[in-house]
């Protein structure tokens, strides 16, 4: 069976702080593919990243980096420098190479900076 | 940019009401998804739809939820008798493809609060 887990249900940061928010999966599948999704207040998921399993390398875009660690199933996002926008529930997602692109949602965490 | 479309945005109905949710795909896309966040909580998978059959659907999509794909744009989410529980946001999302390279986009939300 697919599983994501998000230990951290809620994490408080003041501004320009860095934060890390962790992500570990399960699978037994050897092709598979990792995403994080923002949700804001309003509502809306917004596509963060999509990395798939053959692709090791950490991906940095602006003050966002994800760290993919195969070895210990983890998928890790950090925002640096964090912002009052950044405040939200950040989704990891799990999704297999078949099928019709089901994603396996972890529970979230919440994200609030202060300013 | 193109974007997937809800209405509504927030409906509240009656326990045993018959509700339907409207979304209108990107216009090229293929495949259709209907997925579920009850408040506070993570996102589930409840259908997906393609060639105008159902592909696949997860055990909460039980006989009082139909998918319909009525005319060339809209897709279609029936709830036939509302219960407390169905009391969420309902997130449809489509994709061109179904590969690696088919990323879902999802729309806004639709907020369905039954009382």
């Known amino acids: 069976a697919q599983k994501v887990t998000q230990a951290q249900t809620e994490i408080s940061v003041v501004e320009k702080e860095d934060v890390t928010l962790d992500c570990v999966y399960e699978t037994r599948d050897t092709t598979y593919y990792l995403f994080w999704y923002k949700q804001p207040p309003s509502g809306e998921l917004v596509f963060l990243i999509r990395?798939?399993?053959?692709?090791?390398q950490n991906e940095i875009s602006g003050r966002y980096s994800w760290n993919f660690q195969k070895s210990t199933s983890s998928f890790n996002f950090t925002i640096t420098a964090s912002q009052v926008v950044d405040s939200a529930v950040y989704f990891c997602?799990?999704?297999?190479?078949?099928?019709?692109?089901?994603?396996?949602f972890g529970t979230g965490t919440r994200l609030l900076v202060s300013p | 940019e193109p974007e997937v479309t809800q209405t509504p945005s927030h409906q509240v109905t009656q326990m045993g009401q018959e509700v339907i949710l409207r979304c209108v795909p990107i216009s090229n896309h293929l495949y259709f998804y209907w997925y579920r966040q009850i408040l506070g909580q993570k996102v589930e998978f409840l259908v997906s739809f393609y060639n105008n059959e159902i592909s696949e659907k997860s055990e909460i999509f039980d006989d009082q939820f139909s998918v319909e794909r009525p005319d060339g744009s809209n897709f279609t989410l029936k709830i036939r008798s509302t219960k407390l529980e169905d009391s969420a946001m309902y997130f449809c999302?489509?994709?061109?493809?179904?590969?690696?390279?088919?990323?879902?986009?999802f729309g806004e939300g639709s907020r369905l609060t039954v009382l």
């Open positions: 999302a489509s994709s061109e493809e179904r590969g690696y390279t088919g990323e879902l986009f």
């Open positions: 990395r798939n399993s053959f692709d090791e």
């Open positions: 997602a799990l999704r297999m190479n078949t099928g019709f692109q089901k994603l396996v």
